[in-house]
């Protein structure tokens, strides 16, 4: 991987350390180290996920942890080619990380019994691995989430003192400093848990994917469907990353992998890199709403409500393909406001040649898919999946040296056997097929290159990690602090509370809790708070109960592309070397017509393929699928025209709160409300067709002597 150049706008104090991280390890004796480092990380959680050892999990969480912040300050100190007094205090507080870990491993069983009431060095080391995990999260994502962190942690030690309903009933300095550096609560609480597993090991994934070619092919096959279409970079973006989420699952790790292609992509044709960044982000978070992966919520709410998971893919299916279609919109209107047009025809790949040389990359897919729908845990599905993948490495490479077709059908006949032969045998099959394929390369010229790019891609993908693993464990204080002093509990029932007997302003104060819990809480803890507070509440509403999870659901996703966190977003910020909270802003503009789907949904149940709804029980249940599917799609083309400002051309003022009111109108699903929105939505038609054929009259005009070039016409999605 190539050094990253430094960013052109002036952010590079915000962006230097973070954008260092997509350059390659040092080729030096440190360098060296530290990639060793990096390699011992990523074999420890391929050894966990595939229980080739079994630590308890708090283990996992603690040594994860300690991985993380011994890497972060030796690797940054290295990248950014720092003096010696600064490698030196980089290692030294690499040392103390790893000390940190070997305390919580060494003490793991005394912890336990001693929990609650700490002895004196266990408050010094937990005041320790704050300490580490502040300080590390600072040099590398700057100081937004360790302030917000740092401002919860001072409400836990000093709240009592603040006025009520704000106060709370006072605890400690070392109740505090037990909770948070201790047990499963706070930095090695629900978020290290989940990075620790679901996220880490999706990002080697998505490492292995790229080296398999598997990216290449959904970048083919988007490129050749729209890349020659007005605004066609930044649809294969949204393209490619539904594809890949519905491998992945973690935004983050869909950022970090589709985004290396289509971010520059966008930039080269014309978009600006905040703009490209946020339209990464946003379809990369759609990632957890696209089935069959979901991320690791949708397997909590199915446990959660009891129901089968397919129960639950049904249910989120149709708006996550309007989620999509929403995206798509927006970026298709942004692209004719600037004139953007499509790649040259010339430049394009042909999907049905890239699906003739790749389609057998799509057989850890299936795999994976029909592990998840067999009822196996996503960890279990996605280690299943790596190995599947590790197998078409490995064994393209020895294939490809086989003397004739014939025995290279053999071998690939053979060897999907032995994959297939997990199904009856279990990960001991598939373990000793790859230890045969690395020892059979590792006798070749050409498979130890391949061994050595495998190494490459574990050690890449826990550099790729560290910036959301160490936000993982920073915003656990501020769930602990949650879970310690009841906050959320008290601000999520008052919030709920005002919108008393009324739906519209309930779901409004219940989006508003996902989104500001959101800004330091990742989706599955935001999902768990607000489900278990809002839930209840709307379903005394009315509202279907997987309705109202998915609305939660929904939002807590949105929620990860509202400033100042934004995870994905600061994941896509070196790759588009523009600041984090600019993309986080173009992140909430390009989803902003996906706002309205959640409410869609919960006035008419149709919409996630559920029973309910007064229109379902007058005209029928698919009749009231097919009109809430083109009512929802109505909305989001309004509100995506209100919010970029064009259509087919430049919209004035009144245009734009026009299409706002038709769109707000049409899912308020109050009475005469649909009435109200088709009649505003039939007016923007007719003026818009309008202004069209004014502004088509005024460049029909020979008095034009700019020379500017014409907006392309609207048609060409």
Known sequence: MTSALPPKDGHAAELSAHDALSAAFPSTPEGRLIFSIALAFSAFQLATA?????????????????????????????????????????????????????????????????????????????????????????????????????????????????????????????????????????????????????????????????????????????????????????????????LMGTISGSGVANVVTTGQFTIPLMKRFGYRPAFAGGVEATASMGGQIMPPVMGAVAFIMAETLGVEYHEVVKAALIPAILYFASAFWMVHLEAGKRGLLGLPRAELPSASAALKKGWHLILPLAALVWLLFSGYTPLFAGTVGLSFILLLILGASIAIRLPSMVVRMIFW????????????????????????????????????????????????????????AIACALVGVIIGTMTLTGAANTFGQFIVSVGGTSLFLSLVLTMVTCLVLGMGIPTIPNYII????????????????????????????????????????????????ESGLKISLQAVKVAAAGFVIPFMAVYSPALMLQDGGQFALDYGYVTAVVYIVLKTTLAIGLWGAAVIGFVAVPL??????????????????????????????AIFAVLVWRSSRRDGQKKDAPSSTDGAPSVPPASGI
């Open 413 to 468: 006949i053979g060897l999907g056997g032995v994959a297939a032969a997990f199904f009856k045998f279990g990960m001991t099959v598939v373990l000793s097929a790859l230890m045969v394929l690395i020892i059979v390369n590792a006798l070749r010229t050409s498979g130890r290159q391949t061994l050595a790019d495998c190494r490459d891609a574990l050690a890449e993908g826990a550099k790729t990690a560290l910036p959301v």
């Open 652 to 681: 004035s003022p009144l245009l734009r709160l026009t299409a706002a009111a038709a769109a707000f109108t049409l899912f308020a699903a109050l009475p005469l409300t649909d009435e109200i929105g088709f009649g505003f939505a």
């Open 530 to 577: 607000t489900s278990s507070i809002a839930g209840p509440a709307l379903l005394e509403l009315g509202v279907p109960l997987i309705v109202s999870h998915m609305f939660v659901f929904y939002f807590g996703i949105l929620a990860d592309l509202t400033p100042p966190v934004a995870l994905a977003c600061f994941a896509a910020a070196p790759i588009a070397r």
């Open 50 to 242: 595939a229980h080739l050892i079994d630590p308890p999990s708090q283990l996992v969480r603690a040594i994860h942890v300690g991985f993380v912040t011994a890497l972060i300050f030796p690797l940054l100190a290295a990248l950014l080619n720092k003096g010696r007094n600064t490698k030196v205090a980089a290692w030294t507080c690499s040392a103390i990380a790893a000390s940190v870990a070997f305390y919580q491993c060494y003490e793991y069983t005394d912890l336990i019994l001693r929990a609650g009431d700490p002895l004196d060095r266990d408050i010094v080391f937990g005041v320790i691995a704050l300490s580490i995990v502040f300080a590390a999260s600072w040099v590398l994502m700057g100081p937004a989430l360790p302030i917000i962190a740092g401002v919860f942690l001072l409400y836990c030690l000093f709240g009592e003192y603040l006025p009520s309903p704000l106060n709370h009933r006072g605890y400690s300095f070392g109740q505090v400093i037990d909770h948070m550096a201790y047990g499963t609560e706070g930095i090695y609480g629900i978020p290290t848990l989940v990075s620790s597993s679901y996220i880490f090991l999706f990002i080697l994934f998505g490492a292995f994917l790229e080296k398999a070619g598997m990216i290449q092919l959904f970048n083919d096959v988007s490129l050749s469907l729209v890349g020659g279409r007005r605004g066609g970079a930044a649809k294969v973006a949204i393209i490619s990353s539904g």
